[in-house]
C-alpha cells in the first residue's frame, strides 16, 4: 500500500507568532536560520541516539537496527494520523508506548534469547544488519517506496527576526528537551538508572551485587526504543517520512555516540546538537550531497584529539 499525502491534506495553519521582524544580510539571513534548525536537528539525533548509547553500554552492542526503530515511530504516527484520523500530539504519544512495546518484544524475542545462549558480539552485530534490512523492506512493502508528507503545517508559526519556525519544529523541540530532561533524571536519580550505569561499569559486579542485569536491559531495550520512536515521529514533522528515514540518519546517530562518548547518555547529546549544527551550518558553505561529511570530519578531528570521545572514558588497558 501506498500513502501519499498532499498540500491539500495539511491541517490549517495554525496563527504565527511574529516576536522580531528585521532584515539583516548573511549572519541573520543565513547563518542564524541554520543555526536554530540545526539545533533542532540535533535533538531529534540526540533522542534517537541515546538508546543506541545505553545499548551498548549495558550489552556492548552497536545496533545496526536502530535507525529502523527510527523509521517505526514516524509510520507509527503516519497510521495514527491518517488511517486513525488522530491528532499529532497523540500519534506522539502512541509512538513512545508503541515503540516500547516494540523494544520490549524485539529483547525478548531475539536478543535475551542470543544473549543466553553467550553469542559473541560480532554474531549479534550481524544479526542487527539482518535485521535492519528485514525491517526496512517490510516497511517499503508495506507503505511504498514514496516519500510521505505528514498532515501537519508546514507554515511559519513562530517568527524571530529571519528565523521562521513551524508549529512542529518548535513543539517537537519542547518534547524533545522535556524527555531528554526526564531520561536524564531517571539515569541520575532512579534506582533503575542508577542500577543501569553500574551494569554499564561491569555486569559482572552488578549481577553478584544482586541487580538483575536482564532486566535492566530488558528496561534499556524498551526505553530506548521508545525514545528512538519519538525521534521518528519528529523526524517525519521535520522532513519527510520514508522506508528508509532512519537508515539515512543512522551514520549520523553513530557518529553523535561516538563523538560525545560510547555507552555515555549525556555523550550522545552532546555529540547529537554539534553534529546536527554541523551538518546545518556545512550545507550553507558545501553540496547538499556533502552535508554529512562535515559532521563526520568532526567526528575524527575530535577523535584523533581525545579517542575516548567528548565525555567519554578513556579505558585502562593491563
Do not use: C
Amino acid at each position: 500500500m501506498t500513502t501519499a499525502l498532499t498540500a491539500s491534506a495539511l491541517a490549517h495553519a495554525a496563527p504565527t507568532v511574529v516576536l522580531a521582524q528585521e532584515g539583516g544580510g548573511f549572519l541573520t539571513d543565513q547563518f542564524v536560520p541554520s543555526l536554530i534548525n540545526g539545533v533542532i536537528f540535533g535533538l531529534i539525533l540526540a533522542l534517537a541516539s541515546i538508546g543506541v548509547s545505553l545499548i551498548y553500554g549495558t550489552t556492548k552492542l552497536n545496533n545496526f537496527a536502530h535507525g529502523e526503530l527510527v523509521t517505526f515511530g514516524g509510520f507509527v504516527a503516519v497510521t495514527a494520523m491518517t488511517t486513525l484520523a488522530l491528532p499529532a500530539w497523540i500519534a506522539v504519544i502512541l509512538a513512545f508506548v508503541v515503540g516500547g512495546v516494540f523494544g520490549w518484544v524485539q529483547d525478548a524475542a531475539l536478543w535475551k534469547p542470543l544473549r543466553k545462549k553467550r553469542v559473541g558480539i560480532i554474531p549479534l552485530m550481524i544479526v542487527s544488519i539482518g535485521l535492519s534490512l528485514a525491517l526496512r523492506y517490510l516497511y517499503a512493502f508495506l507503505f511504498g517506496p514514496d516519500r510521505i508528507v505528514m498532515p501537519v503545517s508546514s507554515d511559519a508559526w513562530l517568527v524571530l527576526g529571519s528565523v521562521r519556525l513551524r508549529q512542529w519544529d518548535v513543539l517537537g523541540s519542547l518534547v524533545a528537551i522535556v524527555l531528554l530532561i526526564v531520561t536524564a533524571a531517571l539515569l541520575t536519580k532512579s534506582r533503575i538508572g542508577k542500577a543501569t550505569r553500574a551494569v554499564a561499569d561491569n555486569p559482572a559486579l552488578a549481577s553478584a551485587s544482586g541487580i538483575d542485569v536482564n532486566r535492566i536491559i530488558r528496561v534499556v531495550w524498551t526505553g530506548g526504543t521508545a525514545l528512538a520512536a519519538v525521534a521518528g515521529v519528529l523526524l517525519a514533522f521535520y522532513q519527510t517520512q520514508q522506508w528508509d528515514t532512519g537508515a539515512s540518519i543512522l551514520l549520523l546517530i553513530f557518529a553523535s555516540v561516538v563523538l560525545g562518548g560510547l555507552g555515555t547518555a549525556y555523550g550522545a547529546l552532546v555529540g547529537a546538537l554539534i553534529i546536527g549544527i554541523a551538518v546545518n551550518l556545512s550545507s550553507l558553505f558545501l553540496p547538499g550531497s556533502l552535508k554529512y561529511v562535515t559532521a563526520l570530519v568532526i567526528m575524527i578531528v575530535v577523535l584523533l584529539v581525545r579517542p575516548q570521545g567528548i565525555l567519554g572514558r578513556r579505558e585502562r588497558i593491563g
